[in-house]
């Protein structure tokens, strides 16, 4: 159970201390665990250690702000919360604590299809921005449908996830034995069809039945026709899909790779980045998930090309420690450690930190 903030708590890998000593093995094998080796997950960190910052003096910082927009959505600074499963397994009250969270310090919450509260619900009682994430998985009219629902309950867009048509490999989950506990449930999804096993025995069920209703590029573009909403595609990692995202009408991409959850030895999501940014030119704005533990890693994908970033993991930590209150205390912590990093560089604004942010890159 949650409870008040730590006092030893002053940064992200702190709320991660504390989680990983209260949550069950299982559980926090699944918060935890990556794809097969991990070598993605431990990328993403270290790729975003290897870059170094340009410090500058002397900048006028008399008007210094981080506020920003993406997509119409007024932030106060440029991180969302990214779209988390299942965040019953943390707290009891799962997204809408996160909702609350976010809403205390003015940020956008991203809420996942494998939600454990409506939808509907969420948004009824989040004074946050709200996009909607959606798995594609379950077919075209499915998707139609919880697309519906998010329009009608005022999402401000929708984050169509497109790197995960099958799980990626989780050892750790697999060692740890996990199973969804019986009360988190996917309730958004109750009552859809999913995949169905094809495989005889000693066949593999991935290209027998697992894949038959995995969304493809057709897919995209008859959901572009059939919403309003903006459309963000999230999981492109390569500059060639981002190409493609932007000719079937995508409104954003999100530069991820499913923190290192999916496909394991995929490049760093902030390399991905400089690849997807410099074909993108800034036709459409990119956010940048994965590895965000700090306000200079911010700082430095925005320099790099982002518009925003989003943070996942990190609000689990923070949800298993002190529920809402350790959510804003996260975004809190941030936004502290961005407008340090801004005021170190010379930068005053967002629309301020570019490429020369960054050392050697003038």
Not at 129 to 150: C, D, K, N, T, W
Not at 234 to 247: F, L, S
Request: glycine share 10%; net charge neutral; with cysteine.
């Amino acid at each position: 159970m949650s409870g008040p903030v730590p006092p030893d708590v002053v940064c992200a890998a702190d709320y991660e201390r504390h989680a990983r000593e209260r949550l069950p093995a299982d559980i926090w094998a699944y918060i935890a665990g990556a794809g097969a080796d991990g070598l993605t997950l431990t990328r993403n960190r270290a790729a975003f250690d290897r870059i170094e910052l340009a410090g500058r003096v002397l900048a006028d910082m008399r008007q210094a702000s981080t506020a920003t927009t993406f997509l119409g959505i007024d932030l106060p600074f440029p991180l969302l919360i990214a779209p988390v499963a299942h965040q019953r397994l943390v707290h009891p009250d799962g997204e809408l604590a996160s909702a609350l969270g976010a809403a205390s310090c003015g940020a956008a919450m991203c809420v996942s299809t494998l939600a454990g509260t409506t939808l509907e619900d969420i948004a009824a009682r989040a004074a946050a921005p709200l996009i909607f994430q959606l798995y594609m998985q379950g077919g075209r009219e499915a998707a139609l449908s919880l697309v519906r629902r998010a329009e009608e309950a005022g999402y401000r867009a929708l984050m169509v996830t497109v790197d995960a048509p099958v799980n990626g490999v989780r050892n750790d989950e697999q060692r740890a034995g996990f199973r969804l506990p019986a009360h988190v449930r996917p309730v958004n999804i109750e009552g859809m069809a999913g995949p169905v096993s094809r495989a005889r025995p000693g066949e593999s069920p991935v290209f027998k039945g697992l894949l038959d209703a995995a969304p493809r590029w057709d897919d995209i573009e008859w959901l572009r026709g059939r919403t309003s909403l903006p459309l963000i595609l999230k999981g492109i990692v390569h500059p060639d899909d981002a190409e493609r995202a932007i000719g079937l009408g995508a409104d954003a991409v999100a530069v991820s790779n499913h923190g290192g959850r999916t496909l394991d030895t995929l490049p760093a999501s902030i390399d991905a980045l400089k690849a997807v940014a410099a074909r993108v030119e800034g036709r459409v704005p990119l956010l940048l998930d994965g590895g965000i533990r700090r306000g200079t890693d911010i700082l430095k994908a925005l320099a790099l090309g982002a518009r925003a970033c989003m943070i996942g993991q990190p609000v689990m930590h923070a949800l298993a420690v002190a529920g809402p209150v350790g959510v804003v205390h996260l975004l809190v912590i941030l936004r502290a450690e961005l407008e340090v990093a801004m005021a170190l560089t010379g930068r005053a604004s967002i629309d301020a930190i570019d490429p020369a942010t960054i050392w050697g890159s003038a």
